[in-house]
């Protein structure tokens, strides 16, 4: 490792995780091994408990679609659905930066109250700093939560087993881009907007259709669907191979990415889940997510392939297999 | 109120309770009226929850007696204290500016593993997010925090009656203090450390001995222990009358305080509590406190004088009644 914080180690990839495996998690636990789940699973009086963190730093705070308050409720939300629980509590920790327009910060509370209340959950504590200009960039934001189970068994991210189909919600890369865009002021003739979204909703019916049949479910978001699909496969000690021609990219995204060089399987998504689900239930669970608002464009993207140390492939539309990696540093900072 | 955000927002004072009071909580909540304890209690599968959030921006981020890391365990450890709960799990956040030395992250976290540890609770899930330099400053931290209850009552900022007793465990300002002569590289002679501690023993100790004479419990951080008495006198709706002669500031903290033109009483501790406490379980109550290690040096600082709108007064030596109010902004900016 270097001896200094690189943007990259933010980035949700291969730098992210060596500075988590390497650092932080052994240093804050004594354990080699982390748990790579989105929210921890306490036990309280015999009844589970899902608990996360996340904080939002993501630049520009306005953009095509939300602004940093929807997202930091949407993320917290997603993280709790992600391992299976029905949000219920969240908190909201703001760090502001002296001279942040009131206006913004009524806009940004604004559209967290609304994201609460369509998903659900209560906002129940909270605090505010102010540091001075320069020392933060405007606003930062932490949601945690808390959530709980109606059902008894666990969606992790180490079940995937071979013979699994991997299904996705929808488009991807929406959200990444459209950060990107607004950030640089690119004047992309399409709008692309994010596509944050609380999955609570469609992840419950997900698990009512598939019940134990979901083997694991997680939110690609930092480091897009690869990164996502390749810490399933790292957790779950199989390969996942990926079909070129059933990547579900908007035209205006895919060309967006295209002019910038960007590849949209490791760009951002806010709104979108992976599920992984035994062959006989897929299809079953693919209509449940069709019918549902945030699963209108579900689809199938490819299948744990066999049994390894955790490899991910593309086949292309010609036929070839092309291996994935994680990237090592940041394709987009602050997207989060 | 101004259009911008002031540092005086992040201050505890006055000008923080406008911008709750008036801006965020009606926002987000839509209540009028916000609950002003420092964890929230839940109710799960019929049995009560504390949960609680807060973010730590202190400048510099190591001071003498601690750093920002066991300031961000500590803190939680006491907001969920302070309800009465016993601390079970901590989130943690990590907003990381470019360029922070690896060794002082290392250093950060190993002092919050160590103060997790000391505290008895688990870390049990985090994030990390890293922007680039001149967006944040080195380090930003939010601990989030679950507690679970060992008894029925409720220890609110709301309980206090005339007669209680307010008693403290210890010497006030120190915090403030320390992080004051840290940052400013003031020479002055004595060794001023921070307070910061777990206060969750002490607090179980204190509900065990006085059980539901022990009417309000708060940890007088920021804005001092002037603040944190108006917001129980404002709260319970009752004159709190303090004794000059009897608040308790170290020499060094008292003579420092005195050089910079600052009143002890509204600055920053980290590793004390105030105890309003019935009057015939007073002594008993500060007995046990004198026994344990982080009280002492507790004693009786003042008691509730009367039923009225929440009025605080400092009785002098001389036998006068001076009115103290609630600072305007800011008179120690980042000290947690």
């Not at 940093?68 to 299976?84: E, Y």
Request: with cysteine.
């Amino acid at each position: 490792m270097t001896d200094i914080i690189l943007l990259g180690h933010g980035s949700g990839g291969k730098l992210s995780h060596q500075l988590l495996d390497e650092l932080i998690i052994p240093t804050l636990s004594g354990v080699a091994q982390r748990d790579q789940n989105d929210a921890a699973v306490l036990n309280h009086g015999g009844q589970r408990l899902a608990f996360t963190t996340d904080s939002y730093v993501v630049d520009p705070i306005f953009f095509p679609g939300g602004n940093i308050g929807d997202l930091a409720i949407n993320g917290t939300v997603n993280d709790l659905a992600m391992a299976g629980a029905r949000p219920v509590a969240v908190s909201v920790g703001l760090i502001l930066e002296e001279g942040l327009p009131l206006e913004d910060l009524r806009r940004i509370l604004a559209s967290m109250k609304q994201a609460a209340q369509s998903a659900g959950v209560a906002i129940v504590t909270g605090d505010t700093k102010v540091v001075p200009r320069g020392k933060a960039d405007k606003i930062f934001i932490n949601t945690s939560g808390i959530g709980v189970f109606d059902h008894d068994y666990e969606v992790r991210g180490s079940g995937a087993r071979v013979g699994d189909k991997i299904l996705i919600n929808g488009s991807i890369g929406d959200h990444g881009m459209a950060i990107l865009a607004s950030r640089e002021g690119l004047d992309l003739e399409a709008d692309i907007r994010t596509d944050s979204a609380a999955l609570h909703e469609l992840v419950a019916e997900i698990i009512a259709a598939g019940g134990e049949a979901v083997h694991a479910l997680r939110d690609p978001t930092r480091g897009g669907v690869a990164t996502t699909l390749k810490e399933i496969a790292l957790q779950s000690q199989v390969d996942i191979t990926l079909e070129e021609a059933a990547q579900p990219v908007r035209q205006e995204v895919a060309g967006a990415c295209a002019i910038l060089g960007l590849d949209p399987l490791f760009v951002a998504n806010e709104g979108k889940l992976l599920a992984v689900v035994a062959p006989e239930a897929a299809e079953s669970v693919l209509a449940v997510m069709r019918r549902h608002p945030h699963g209108a464009e579900a689809t199938i993207i490819g299948e744990v392939t066999g049994a390894s140390d955790g490899k991910v492939f593309m086949r292309t539309a010609i036929g070839g297999l092309r291996a994935i990696e994680m990237l090592a540093g940041e394709q987009l900072p602050r997207i989060c």
